[in-house]
């Protein structure tokens, strides 16, 4: 078991999420970055939709109940147990009593953290996802708070420590400034609806992430983007990373508690191989936008792929190779 | 046959696509969108085919190695899709207009021209249909509203909106099932449960289920 000490932002249990339960209105929530995620359950050789912890605001401080072997991945964080310095994308193990501490985060917007056998909540409507809105998965469908007890499961976890290679050094993209990061975007229905003009600020612009950004959306800032005349979808389904444009001309990133339909207009969608650098982004930086054809999105997806296929290499070998000696 | 005539097809990134079915928002075009949904969902590689307003979206299990043949089985699919009548039941819901949930009602009023009596009259008249479900758990589309109350969404979304909101956005209407973010106009609300996720089937209703709203009072 883990006792949260403290909590300040939306901190949320979430595994890879609920992908079909869609016909009910229920979207996808799961781990803003699931690569993270992953990354963290592989470490600790658990399944790898697991459900972890995602923190999104620094200082956090929890306690463990048993010993136990732990992850920390996503953000860069401050982290330490008793004195000691928890490197991110790091295995690491804490004994019953110890306080997990994160103090900063430095670069990037979540951390991740996983245990040993991931954290046990009731699996509703196929995940273990906190759905905000419906109020239901995680704990009791909302934020954690100072107090709360979350169950482990008993599983048994190699001890020895174990790192990996973050996916922002492995998967580096060329990022035009420092806190401005590329995204890859398909574009998407009503893109020609909006004059070549229009469509130049949609590329050209770095966009500032305002504060009403969340796991909901982000809500960015920059030119206003107008179609040529104003369009009122009929509504639709939409997917995480699908951007919106309101009538002010501002763009709206669907994030993972997005709503599962919507009819304003769409200028283009993320893919989902960059989801996880929107994920990381962090408020007041920027974003901008790299058009990119859906056979080169199906490259960045065998890309990612090829990356975690690593990761889970990396860590079976090392199992192995302890199990020898 | 004009490019109105044919359905508009687009990839929504690499997760899932969106078909738009040509022609009017009306009942015999969301019943051949129910029945592409039932042919859809039973191709191999799509997680969900999701009905929308007289359209629908596929959620891919993987990713297609490429799109041409998805779209080419769609318009085939639309072409061939007869009118699936699903007999729903009928419930009735009792609705309070305006107030403070409904603080739209006034502005939906001025905005068409009509009077608030006008606007609560026109919009209980109608046996709704649920033509889809979306948005937010357990969240019904209904098809059917009068046009002469039709209200644009909201240029900027509204952060947080009071669960049980009955709202227009556009020319349809619809009941939220839980507090949240809208870019509707709330004209009024109702105290009824449409999700539990612990029911066999979590939402309440499916598409071709009916809605009677009943005036339960007007708060002017």
Redesign the interface.
């Known amino acids: 078991m883990i006792e949260i000490l403290s909590a300040l932002g939306p901190t949320s249990i979430q595994d890879l999420g609920r992908?079909?339960?869609?016909?009910?209105?229920?979207?996808t929530s799961g781990a803003m970055d699931d690569v993270a995620l992953r990354a963290g359950n592989i470490l600790l050789a658990n399944d790898e939709n697991a459900a972890g912890i995602e923190i999104p605001v620094t200082p956090f401080k929890l306690r463990f109940c048993r010993d136990m072997a732990f992850a920390l991945t996503g953000a860069e964080v401050e982290a330490e147990i008793e004195g000691r310095a928890i490197p991110p994308w790091w295995r690491s193990h804490a004994r019953a009593g110890d306080i997990l501490s994160l103090k900063a985060m430095p670069r990037g917007a979540r951390s991740y953290l996983t245990v040993c056998g991931g954290i046990d909540v009731p699996v509703?409507?196929g995940s273990r996802s906190t759905?905000f809105?419906?109020?239901?998965?995680g704990l009791h469908g909302r934020p954690l708070q100072p107090g709360d007890i979350l169950p482990c499961a008993s599983a048994s976890c190699s001890i020895g420590e174990l790192g990996v290679e973050p996916p922002d050094i492995m998967l580096a993209r060329p990022n035009a400034a420092a806190d401005e990061i590329t995204v890859r975007?398909?574009?998407?229905?009503e893109y020609d609806a909006f004059d070549g003009a229009t469509q130049e600020l949609f590329w050209g612009g770095s966009w500032k992430i305002t504060p009403?950004s969340n796991r909901?959306g982000y809500r960015l800032q920059g030119p206003a983007v107008k179609p040529i005349s104003?369009i009122?979808k009929?509504?639709?389904?939409?997917?995480?990373?699908?951007i919106q444009i309101?009538?002010?001309g501002q763009p709206?990133i669907q994030m993972r508690d997005a709503?599962?339909?919507?009819?304003?207009p769409?200028i283009a969608?993320?893919?989902?191989?960059d989801m996880w650098r929107v994920a990381q982004a962090r408020l007041g930086g920027r974003l901008r936008f790299e058009q990119t054809a859906?056979?080169d999105?199906?490259a960045a997806?065998a890309e990612m792929s090829a990356y975690l296929d690593r990761l889970r290499s990396d860590a079976r070998l090392l199992e192995e190779l302890r199990t020898c000696r | 046959m004009t490019s109105l005539d044919r359905p508009?097809i687009?990839?929504?990134?690499?997760?899932?696509m969106?078909f738009?079915a040509p022609g009017t928002?009306d009942l015999p075009h969301q019943r051949r969108i129910w029945a592409l949904a039932v042919t859809a969902s039973k191709w191999p590689g799509i997680?969900?085919a999701?009905?929308?307003?007289?359209?629908?979206?596929l959620?891919f299990e993987t990713?297609p190695?490429?799109?041409d043949s998805l779209i080419a089985a769609l318009n085939d699919g639309w072409d061939e899709a007869q009118e699936f009548a699903i007999g729903g039941r009928e419930i009735e819901l009792s609705v309070t207009y305006g107030g403070d949930i409904g603080s739209s009602l006034q502005a939906v009023a001025d905005h068409c021209g009509l009077s608030v009596d006008d606007v609560v009259s026109i919009h209980a008249a109608p046996l709704y249909t649920v033509f889809?479900?979306?948005?937010?758990?357990?969240?019904c589309?209904l098809g059917g509203m009068d046009p002469r109350i039709t209200m644009?969404?909201?240029?900027?979304?509204l952060?947080r909106a009071g669960g049980g909101s009955v709202s227009i956005?556009?020319?349809?209407t619809g009941v939220s099932?839980?507090p949240?973010?809208t870019?509707w106009h709330a004209i009024g609300h109702t105290r009824w449960t449409f999700?539990d996720?612990s029911w066999p089937?979590?939402?309440a209703l499916a598409p071709g289920d009916t809605i009677r709203f009943a005036i339960d009072r007007v708060i002017r």
């Open positions: 992908f079909d339960q869609y016909r009910f209105g229920v979207g509703v409507l759905q809105r419906g109020e239901f998965g975007v398909v574009i998407a229905g009403q909901y104003p009122e009929r509504s639709h389904g939409i997917v995480p990373g699908v309101p009538p002010n709206i709503q599962t339909s919507g009819g304003y769409k969608t993320v893919i989902r191989a859906y056979a999105a199906l997806e | 508009r687009s990839l929504l990134g690499t997760t899932a969106l738009e928002f997680r969900e999701i009905p929308g307003i007289t359209n629908l979206m959620t990713l190695r490429e799109v889809a479900l979306g948005s937010h758990p357990g969240y589309y644009p969404r909201r240029q900027t979304p952060q956005g556009g020319s349809q099932a839980s949240g973010p870019g999700f996720p089937t979590p939402a």
